[in-house]
């Protein structure tokens, strides 16, 4: 019996052990969204087209999508997890990706279970992830 309640406990342990924090499966999304805008972003300007990124929470299907991009240049339009929300800062509710090589100051605010985490362009550097209090203008 207690040989039982030895490895249940080491099992319970090694589960918590490996279970991704909620920070960390934000983190992991941040960097993941920077990544897609930035690809976006050098397919506006490469083909000169008019590129935007707009979070679409309304659709189950497609919670946010990149609009303007070739058809050959297909991006993903899902988060990896579903309990992921995000919302544009300033109210505009998309953020313009190009073609002109400055796009102004922009910043998406990534949610999760209470958690908040910024990905912010000053319109010149690369799109980057930002603890909010950096992010913060």
């Known amino acids: 019996m207690v040989v039982v309640m030895l490895i249940a406990a080491a099992t319970a342990g090694v589960s918590l052990a490996l279970r991704d924090s909620t920070q960390d499966r934000l983190d992991r999304e941040a960097v993941r969204l920077a990544t897609l805008l930035e690809a ?4 506006a300007r490469a083909a000169a087209l008019p590129v935007i990124w ?3 929470p309304e659709a189950d299907d497609q919670p946010f999508r990149f609009v303007g991009l070739a058809a050959s240049h297909r991006l993903p339009t899902h988060w990896l997890d579903d309990g992921i929300r995000a919302q544009v800062d300033g109210g505009r509710g998309a953020l313009v990706l190009g073609p002109e090589p400055l796009i102004g100051a922009q910043r998406v605010i990534l949610m999760l279970q209470g958690q908040r985490i910024a990905v ?10 930002q603890a909010l209090d950096e992010a913060s203008h």
Not at 40 to 43: L, V
Request: hydrophobic fraction near 40%.
């Open 40 to 43: 976006a972003r050098a397919e």
């Open 54 to 56: 707009r979070p679409t």
């Open 120 to 129: 912010a362009t000053d319109g010149l550097r690369p799109f980057a992830v």
